[in-house]
């Protein structure tokens, strides 16, 4: 053994008192901590869980939801837009008949 | 109960768990097999999701890792914070531990790495009032355990007068009784830095500390 380690056995030696013990009351009360946040933090990791999962199936039900709503309003919406043009074209033309050499115009 | 503000918002990289794993799972050379039956069933038991069989492992180390914090933070309450962070943070990172290791290194480790952090913290905050002359007067010397012996207590004041690095290697080495290997894993740090951390800190002391021993060289 060199000087060195002999230095340095006897200051562990001398040392040995320095070593913190912690009393009763605070490994209990670390302890409970300790058992609590894992408890808080199981139940968190529950809730993420079940986030994970309904998160897809929700955005996926908005985005259904949201494609059939366009859907529907498109389809409305070009209804009416030939309807109108089936209205404009026969009320822009006119109709001519002719009874007994006379000509009518009928719009 | 004073909180550590270093720990609000510290992922796990910040913490070095990665560096944690990774020296945990990559040196088989230095790790030991897990020797208490009960404590590689708790672990396996805490793995597959059994959270009450955590309460083993935190009360078989509940003492060495106080200690461990308490060497850093120098006051029982944040020490108390620095083992329950310590704790909780082994628990979240239990998948990444290898079974069959023993859960001592991996913990002390992790207080350790804890530890490292606050000092990095209180580097930071404390900055314009530390010099290198007077590194001692910036501890928090009012929660000292009842030393009664005169030479421990020179001892203590020894090693708190080191450098940041110096004083935790000393620390363990010393008051915590560890090896130069086991400060190499708990620390990060190669097993040469370790021992060259200890030669300067062995340099220093003996110098503090020369009346006692009677200023001799061995």
Redesign the interface.
Known sequence: MTDNDNFLERLRTDARPLRYEPDEMMSTRIAARVRERIAAESHAGIAQMLARWFRPVVVSLATLALVATLGIQWAEQSHDASAATMDTLTSTQTVDISVGGDTFSVE | MTSLPMFEGAGAGSLGFDRLAFGVEKAPTRSATNEDPIEARAIAAVKTGD?AA??YL??KY??RV??IA??VVRN?AD??DL??EA??KA??NIGRFKTGEPFGPWIYRIVTNLGLDVMKHRKRFRHEEITDSAPAERRDRADL?A???E??ER??RG?ESLPDMQRMVARL?????FGHAEIATMTGLSEGTVRSH??LA?GK??EK?ADL?GGS??
């Open positions: 959270a955590y309460d935190v009360s509940m003492r106080v200690s308490w060497g029982a020490a108390e083992a329950q704790f909780v628990f979240e355990p030393i009664s012996n030479l421990a001892i203590d090693i080495y010393l008051v915590e009784e200890l030669s062995r002391l003996k500390l021993h060289n061995d």
